[in-house]
């Protein structure tokens, strides 16, 4: 996985987490279809394979 592919699933990944922690703080319709949304197209692209998806990572929360 390059460099770049790795910031890209990084940034894919924070978008994801933020979405959901406004979902979270705000649980309604909208914010839960715009989480599932975004979900199911990181899982369709993962699919496809046009996103990499790196085999381990370092977590630093």
Request: hydrophobic letters at 35%; glycine letters at 6%; aromatic letters at 10%.
């Amino acid at each position: 996985m390059s460099k770049t592919s790795r910031y890209e699933w990084r940034d894919q990944q924070a978008s994801l987490h933020e979405r959901m922690k406004g979902f979270l703080q705000n649980p309604g319709n909208e914010q839960l279809e715009a989480v599932l949304a975004e979900m199911r197209a990181y899982a369709d692209a993962a699919k496809s394979g046009h996103i990499d998806i790196p085999q381990s990572w370092t977590s630093y929360g």
